[in-house]
């Protein structure tokens, strides 16, 4: 699978098609961008139309992620993704994580969209990015702490606050286990945020020299993780 980088739009996926005739690009409900291409469209040639479709990159991250629908072949978190199978030899519909995969079983006849299916999907992909971000985030918090000589109390997992982090005055972190659907560095930037918030308590010129001293490109990654949501 070809991965494209775009400093403002972060990786983006290319899946290549035999019967495509044209490139089409849409916006995973991950909050990345994919781009559908004929099997032999070069690799240059699709990083032109990166560059020359700026404007469309942005109304698509415009949209709320929330109000996509999760659907075979997504990537969910840093390891998981969803394998939907048709098959007669079920009652009803299910959904279950089978090592790193998230399996919907369906009827041929099951609308994989409906809300009540969609819903149970939702709530196997919070299980699957709960397992990752207590895998990942405790450890990388410890080490950007350590290289910046922070301390805080400990560290809390939610889904359900519409932020990507908090820091407490008695110095709990609070992280949104969505963290696990972004981009390394922009974890890293929200990380950092809330490191330098148990020194700076504000986001006065003060707190961001701070966070700069730590992440020089805050104010690219400020942006970019804008086209994110922290709803899972």
Not at 17 to 22: E, F, P, R, V
Not at 66 to 89: C, F, L, W
Not at 196 to 203: S, Y
Request: charged content about 25%; glycine content about 6%; aromatic content about 8%.
């Amino acid at each position: 699978m070809t991965v494209i980088h775009d400093d403002e739009f972060g990786d983006i996926t290319v899946r290549r098609n035999k019967l495509a005739k044209n490139v089409t690009i849409r916006l995973g409900t991950d909050g990345k961008f994919i781009i559908s291409a004929p099997k032999y469209a070069p690799v240059f040639y699709l990083k032109s139309i990166v560059s020359g479709s700026r404007a469309l990159f942005k109304d698509l991250a415009s949209h709320n992620l929330a109000d996509m629908p999760y659907d075979n072949g997504q990537q969910v978190g840093k390891e998981h993704s969803i394998a939907i199978i048709r098959t007669e030899m079920i009652d009803k519909p299910t959904v279950s994580i089978t090592k790193n995969v998230i399996i919907v079983k369906l009827r041929p006849y099951d609308d994989q969209f409906h809300r009540d299916i969609q819903e149970q999907i939702r709530e196997h992909i919070i299980t699957a990015l709960r397992r990752e971000a207590k895998r990942y985030l405790p450890g990388r918090l410890a080490q950007l702490a350590e290289l910046g000589d922070f301390t805080y109390d400990r560290v809390r997992f939610s889904h359900a606050a519409g932020r990507w982090g908090s820091c407490s005055t008695r110095g709990t972190i609070s992280l949104n286990i969505a963290l696990m659907t972004l981009p390394d560095t922009l974890i890293d930037y929200v990380l950092v945020h809330e490191l330098c918030h148990t020194q700076r308590m504000n986001h006065s010129t003060a707190f961001w020299e701070l966070v700069g001293c730590y992440d020089p490109h805050y104010r690219l990654h400020k942006r970019q993780i804008k086209r994110f949501t922290p709803n899972v």
